[in-house]
Each structure stands twice: as C-alpha cells, then as structure tokens.
C-alpha cells in the first residue's frame, strides 16, 4: 500500500523565515502529487501539482515544490513566509493505476510569529 | 474555481440516531466524489468513492451499512452515518472530482459530534 511520510508535526518559525516541508511517498510508478492547505476554519486549497515535466513547481502564494524522483521526495518551500501562511499543511499522492485515489500525509503545522 | 459546499458544518446528535451530510459541487458537476474521516491531529483518511449512479467503493475498514453514501445526482453526494455511538464523533469531509482536469476540490467539511 502507498503512504505518505511528512517529517514535521509542527513547525514554528518567524516571519521572513525559509520554509521547507519534507514529504515522501513509499509508492513506485507513475504518482501525482500534490501539496495542500488548510488555513484556520477554512477548508483544504490546492497549493500546487507535480503530474508531469519541469519538476520544480510553482504554486499559489509564493509557494513551490521540487519532485526528486530517485528520492521518492516532493517537499514544500517558500522563501520568506508571512503571518498568514500560518496553517497545516498536507502533501498527497496519488497512482493513476489506483483510480486517483489520494493519500494524504499526517499534516505539518505551521505556525508563524509575527 | 469550483466550489464545493458540505452542509451541515457542524452537527451534534444522540446515540443511536442517524445524521445525514450533503456535500454539493455548486457550480461544476462531478460523477466522482470522495468522502474522507479526520480524526483530530491526523490525516485525512479516505473512507470512499462515491459514483454517480452507482453503488460506492468503500476502503477497507469501512463498514457500509454504518455508511451509507448516495450520490443520486451530479452535483450531490449524501453521507448517512447510521446509528451513530461516540466514537463516529469526527470531521468528515468530501471532495468532488473536476470532469477533464481531475482537479479536486474540497468542502469545508462537517464535525459530528455523537453524545
């Protein structure tokens, strides 16, 4: 069975930090992966996509992620975070051969100071 | 971008008794949803595929006559949690599944809280 390894429960860190979030996915063969977002009482945003090519991702809000096949890796940057970004964050992976089921990663919170 | 809509956000109810979830696609149709189960401080766990017209997938584990899912139309999938105890108290959520990109989109989800 596929799973999905993020690194980080928490993560606390202040404002105009780099952030990186790790994940691994144990699954072989074609995957998709995805990063999303769960911002305080909002529901889950997709932050962005890896499906195929350039495997350096540019997502929304200045967020990117780099697929690193032979490290079974698809980890989450941003440069120099805001408040805002304070949230959870959750890496996915799915297997087309598996119906597009998503997997989804125990989470990483984020809190940001101000 | 599409919107999808769980209703109700929150629901308290007796043991015993049976809760119905909607989760709607407002303003795109989806043949597939999914329906997941978030336990506090966990992931979400992906409980089944609802199909249009069709009798749902359900992952191992999952007890269908405890859930029940009807996805009667293209823009409505129900979850019946039927003869609910304390321990169905969670945060179900749902996502519905953009025709031609695949691109899921997720409802704000629903907490049951089962006394």
């Known amino acids: 069975a596929q799973s999905v390894s993020q690194h980080n429960h928490h993560v606390i860190l202040s404002e105009a930090a780099s952030l990186e979030l790790g994940c691994n996915y144990s699954?072989?063969?074609?995957?998709?992966l995805f990063w999303y977002v769960q911002y305080p009482g909002q529901h889950l945003q997709l932050l962005l996509k890896?499906?195929?090519?350039?495997?350096l991702v540019k997502g929304i809000k200045g967020f990117e992620a780099e697929f690193i096949k032979s490290k079974f890796s698809f980890n989450l940057r941003k440069p120099s975070v805001q408040w805002s970004d304070t949230a959870e964050y959750f890496c996915?992976?799915?297997?087309?051969?598996?119906?597009?089921?998503?997997?989804f990663g125990g989470g990483t919170r984020v809190l940001v100071k101000p | 971008g599409a919107v999808v809509s769980q209703h109700p956000s929150r629901v308290i109810c007796k043991s015993g008794t049976s809760v119905k979830i909607e989760c709607r696609s407002l303003?795109?149709?989806?043949?597939?949803m999914f329906w997941y189960r978030q336990f506090p401080k966990q992931s979400l766990m992906l409980m089944a595929t609802?199909?249009?017209?069709?009798?749902?997938?359900?992952e191992q584990g999952v007890e269908k006559d405890k859930f029940l899912i009807n996805h009667a139309s293209l823009t409505l999938s129900t979850l019946t949690v039927t003869s609910a105890h304390p321990e169905d108290s969670s945060f179900y959520i749902c996502?519905?599944?953009?025709?031609?990109?695949?691109?899921?989109?997720f409802g704000e989800g629903s907490r049951l809280t089962v006394l």
């Open positions: 996502s519905a599944k953009l025709q031609g990109s695949g691109e899921l989109f």
């Open positions: 699954y072989g063969g074609t995957v998709n």
């Open positions: 890896y499906f195929s090519g350039d495997p």
């Open positions: 996915a992976v799915n297997a087309r051969a598996a119906g597009n089921k998503l997997t």
């Open positions: 303003d795109f149709q989806a043949t597939t």
């Open positions: 609802s199909n249009e017209g069709s009798k749902a997938t359900y």
